[in-house]
């Protein structure tokens, strides 16, 4: 028989979140509303070269996520599994938006599976209007002056622009 067992459910969202997108907020939302507590985790050390640094991206996150009690932004370093083994979490969320999405994930998710085979990673489909929807292309656009207020939250629009302007001032 297995031990007995908390019955609350930690998920974790780990995520580069470079910036927080209309679409990850989606998904927030839905992890909210099945899981017992969220946590939001920032991944601090990307093999990309992020736009914003972790202490910006938390900060963002933090924001928009502010009316969620169940909801907590952290940071982690390292093995994703490592930090949700040391949370007590018992499945990781992660978001699906399209075919091309799911070898990558399938990938991780099986990784991730060998490394804490406890631990199930659950995938959620964000509402089909975020279905086109990442944060690289969020920062294509706000770097060339495409809209972007419609696809991410007014914090993260205002961002992106002193962001943009920085960067621009900063080159000539
Ligand atoms: O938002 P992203 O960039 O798709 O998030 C990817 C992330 C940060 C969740 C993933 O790269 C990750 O888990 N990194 C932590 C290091 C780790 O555990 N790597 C093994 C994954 S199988």
């Not at 009690?69 to 699906?96: H, P, Q, S, T």
């Not at 070898?103 to 099986?110: G, K, R, V």
């Not at 959620?124 to 656009?141: C, D, W």
């Amino acid at each position: 028989m297995n031990p007995p067992r908390d019955k609350s459910v930690t998920a974790i969202y780990p995520g580069s979140f470079d910036p927080v997108t209309n679409g990850h907020l989606d998904l927030i939302a839905r992890g909210a509303n099945i899981f017992d507590k969220l946590i939001v985790a920032v991944a601090r050390n990307l093999d990309k070269d992020p736009l914003f640094d972790v202490k910006e991206r938390t900060e963002m996150l933090e924001a928009v996520t502010f009316d969620w009690e169940n909801v907590e932004v952290d940071v982690f370093d390292g093995l994703l599994m490592d930090y949700a083994r040391a949370k007590g979490a018992r499945a990781i969320l992660r978001g699906i938006r399209a075919v091309s999405d799911y070898e990558y994930e399938l990938q991780m998710a099986l990784m991730n599976r060998k490394i804490e085979p406890q631990i199930e990673t659950v995938f959620m489909m964000p509402a089909e209007a975020y279905s086109y929807l990442s944060s690289r292309l969020v920062k294509e656009l706000a770097r060339l002056g495409g809209p972007v207020k419609c696809l991410v939250p007014p914090i993260v629009d205002e961002r992106l622009r002193a962001k943009v302007s920085q960067k621009q001032t900063r080159s000539h």
